[in-house]
């Protein structure tokens, strides 16, 4: 079992009383971790390292061998988690010899900050010792921005899933759910029609390549079920669903330790979205079904997310995220009661605060899974208006028919 009470003495790599107090830049990050809907952050949570953050170019020891970075991102979400594993591996060239090292999981956006940010983390915290792979949890990118830089300058090999790798390597080129014409016109026939906004959507066909420029030439694939020993412990990967084509969380049930990547958040709701290449798509259905891995960890399971602190609770954060969507959905069978909505009508009522273009396009997403999914389970129809926008109606309870197309 993991010792908690070691986790609350958890250490700095690199001592110095500054690296212990949140910068302001990192204290601003707790506002960002407010739940969207406005409440306090969930209580049912345990928070081992309380107030502790690892600070720029440093590096916090929360488990033997597993050390958190956090570094900055040009967002209003302004953090990553970063995590360094203490790793060794056959030496390449050497028979019959062990290099010892570090895995990295997970990079960060390409940006000078970042790449400055690394170079302290190598000065500072590697001890000297090289990093021996990269491990990607998904394509997005905060998560893989930088993964073809750190890859080149250790020679370390790319590990992430197959869909994942893929779609960064069409997202490089253009071809993404970020924006252009297809985007467009997926937001144009779910009623987002502005004109000088949609302009802003159509221009960012280059969003995605801005912060991830390329990606490494070949990888190693990762799968679900699949165990990866990574230094002296055996990680599981966990596929999950949803947010992106086909996550990879780790963990280590042994000294019950997650990595869970963005599938499991302590304080905010991981993005769900449908896009222009799946438009009928299912990912809400899909990050739900996905949560059901997850829901039998222990509750002393320390779980390190992408954003905001590490915690203890996986399955009351699990069931805090069931009951959030299940609100949002009942609250849109209600709206659509009266009179058939279209995503964009019901935006104001999924999130209570204003929203400029670039939060919008995430927030169409979501309006539209949590929409598909209550018309894929036959309590929604979908009809296309005169104007060609999709309108949705509650049908009648003892309506159990599936939708076959429109």
């Not at 699990?318 to 069978?333: G, M, T």
């Not at 209570?352 to 929604?380: I, P, S």
């Not at 949705?392 to 197309?405: D, E």
Request: hydrophobic share 40%; aromatic share 8%.
């Amino acid at each position: 079992m993991f010792d908690v009470n070691v986790n609350v003495k958890a250490r700095m790599l690199t001592q110095t009383p500054a690296a212990m107090t949140p910068s302001p830049s990192e204290a601003l990050a707790h506002k960002v971790d407010a739940p969207t809907t406005g409440r306090s952050p969930p209580s049912d949570l345990n928070y081992p390292l309380q107030e502790q953050l690892p600070g720029l170019g440093a590096a916090l020891e929360v488990a033997p061998g597993v050390f958190w970075m956090r570094m900055s991102l040009p967002f209003a979400l302004n953090h990553i988690n970063l995590w360094l594993l203490r790793d060794r591996l056959p030496h390449p060239s050497q028979s019959g010899v062990w290099q010892e090292g570090w895995t990295a999981v997970d990079c960060g956006v390409d940006n000078p900050a970042t790449r400055e940010a690394w170079l302290q983390v190598e000065a500072q915290v590697l001890q000297g010792l090289p990093i021996l792979r990269v491990l990607a949890t998904h394509m997005h990118p905060d998560h893989m921005g930088l993964a073809h830089w750190l890859c080149e300058r250790w020679q370390a090999p790319l590990w992430m899933s197959t869909s994942e790798y893929q779609s960064a390597l069409l997202a490089c080129h253009g071809l993404s759910n970020f924006g252009g014409d297809p985007t467009v016109r997926f937001f144009n026939a779910h009623g987002w029609n502005k004109a000088e906004d949609l302009a802003v959507v159509q221009s960012r066909m280059g969003y995605y390549p801005s912060m991830v420029p390329r990606v490494p030439g070949s990888y190693v694939r990762l799968m679900s079920g699949m165990q990866v020993r990574i230094g002296d412990r055996l990680w599981q990967c966990i596929s999950g669903y949803g947010h992106s084509p086909e996550h990879m969380a780790l963990l280590d049930d042994t000294q019950q330790l997650m990595i869970s990547g963005d599938m499991l958040l302590p304080s905010i709701s991981t993005n769900v979205s449908v896009y222009a290449m799946e438009p009928d798509g299912n990912p809400l259905q899909h990050f739900l079904d996905s949560l059901d891995k997850m829901q039998h960890l222990h509750d002393d399971t320390l779980v390190l997310p992408s954003h905001g602190r590490p915690f203890q609770g996986a399955a009351a954060r699990i069931a805090q995220l069931r009951s959030h969507h299940a609100e949002r959905l009942e609250e849109l069978l209600i709206a659509c009661t009266k009179q058939a909505l279209c995503a964009h009508d019901v935006l104001p009522l999924i999130f209570k605060r204003a929203l400029d273009v670039h939060q919008t396009t995430f927030a169409m997403g979501e309006a539209v899974a949590h929409l598909n999914l209550l018309w894929l389970d036959g309590r929604l129809s979908r009809e296309q208006d005169a104007a060609g926008i999709y309108r949705f109606k509650t049908l009648a309870p003892q309506s159990s028919a599936k939708p076959t197309g429109d």
